[in-house]
T-cell receptor, first 113, second 114 residues
Framework: KNQVEQSPQSLIILEGKNCTLQCNYTVSPFSNLRWYKQDTGRGPVSLTIMTFSENTKSNGRYTATLDADTKQSSLHITASQLSDSASYICVVRGMEYGNKLVFGAGTILRVKS | ETGVTQTPRHLVMGMTNKKSLKCEQHLGHNAMYWYKQSAKKPLELMFVYSLEERVENNSVPSRFSPECPNSSHLFLHLHTLQPEDSALYLC?????????????FGSGTRLTVV
């Protein structure tokens, strides 16, 4: 069973609207949690990184939150743009087995005009 | 560009063909990785190289053969692949293979096995 679960699997929203993507993980103990954006035909690019002591981190219109007690993270996108259409991947780095990365399956976001 | 370059971007090959994927980074990173990305699935780690030495092989079939001639280049040699091997193959690099350094990904090679 994958230790990082993301929801929803896919999402369609209108341009200008806000949305929130969820990530639940069981990786423990963990070093950090990253959100990546993967445009179609491209590799993943890091948006935010948070350690277990951080609750929120912003990068422009992207705001990530982390609740280390409930092992949940969210990525909130404000005033969505067409260029936000991509796959958003939650990645947790565990402290065991050489600090491996554990990837979620991603949420595919499509922003419509 | 991220600093990690993969070629070719797209590859169609028959099950009896032999081909190679190439990855190049000039970021000064010492670790390089091959990942397989299939639709709606998490990225699957295939191989890890640290300072040109393979440090991890995640039970990958022998029809995939990696090669790391130096810390800037990584190859994935393919032979007698199966249709289920069709996927996006991503190369990544990081400063070291351990620690909390971030990964830089290439754009991937979209492989189709016919």
């Amino acid at each position: 069973k994958n230790q990082v679960e993301q929801s929803p699997q896919s999402l369609i929203i209108l341009e200008g609207k806000n949305c929130t993507l969820q990530c639940n993980y069981t990786v423990s103990p963990f070093s950090n949690l990253r959100w990546y954006k993967q445009d179609t035909g491209r590799g993943p690019v890091s948006l935010t990184i948070m350690t277990f002591s951080e609750n929120t981190k912003s990068n422009g219109r992207y705001t990530a939150t982390l609740d280390a007690d409930t092992k949940q993270s969210s990525l909130h996108i404000t005033a969505s743009q067409l260029s936000d259409s991509a796959s958003y991947i939650c990645v947790v780095r565990g402290m065991e087995y050489g600090n491996k990365l554990v990837f979620g399956a991603g949420t595919i976001l499509r922003v419509k005009s | 560009e991220t600093g990690v370059t993969q070629t070719p971007r797209h590859l169609v090959m028959g099950m009896t063909n032999k081909k190679s994927l190439k990855c190049e980074q000039h970021l000064g990173h010492n670790a390089m990785y091959w990942y397989k990305q299939s639709a709606k699935k998490p990225l699957e780690l295939m191989f890890v190289y640290s300072l040109e030495e393979r440090v991890e092989n995640n039970s990958v079939p022998s029809r995939f053969s990696p090669e790391c001639p130096n810390s800037s280049h990584l190859f994935l040699h393919l032979h007698t692949l199966q249709p289920e091997d069709s996927a996006l193959y991503l190369c990544a690099s990081s400063q070291t293979a351990i620690g909390n350094y971030g990964y830089t990904f290439g754009s991937g090679t979209r492989l189709t096995v016919v």
